[in-house]
């Protein structure tokens, strides 16, 4: 198997692994209503979700855990990660937004800290940085 097939795969399974944390998110008051569908439709579009993992993914009996890392480094990798996929289209929708903050306070961001990390993020994604300037940006 050639090594770009490894990075696709890996690639597909943490972009299914951030869609399940926000179905679960959505899901956590006990039913997926109207507006958070479209919300996470719109987010298995961007993360190149099949049809037959956003089925898997939404059948109720289906609940997948957030990972919350111990290390703000990880923390703020996921996060890091998970923009530079929303943000793939250089587009993030208002109501996505809160999405992003409920995935940010999951991933073991104080509720303040997640909101103050979300605005920046969407400052300094409008232009390409890499994660070690992120970190650093992050960290101030």
Not at 73 to 98: K, S, T, V
Request: no cysteine; glycine share 6%; aromatic share 10%.
């Amino acid at each position: 198997m050639p090594i770009i097939d490894l990075y696709k795969n890996s690639e597909s399974r943490r972009n299914l692994a951030h869609f399940a944390a926000m179905a679960s998110l959505a899901a956590v008051d006990g039913e997926i209503n109207p507006q958070e569908r479209k919300i996470l439709d719109r987010f298995a579009e961007k993360l190149d979700i099949t049809p037959a993992e956003y089925k898997e993914v939404m059948k109720k009996e289906n609940k997948y855990p957030i990972e919350g890392s111990l290390g703000m480094e990880e923390r703020l990798e996921r996060l890091y990660d998970f923009f530079r996929i929303i943000f793939a289209d250089n587009d993030i929708e208002g109501d996505q937004m809160g999405m992003v903050e409920k995935y940010a306070v999951a991933l073991g961001f104080p509720p303040g800290k997640a909101n103050e990390l979300v605005q920046k993020s969407m400052k300094i994604f409008k232009g390409q940085i890499p994660f070690e300037d992120y970190m650093y940006l992050m960290e101030k």
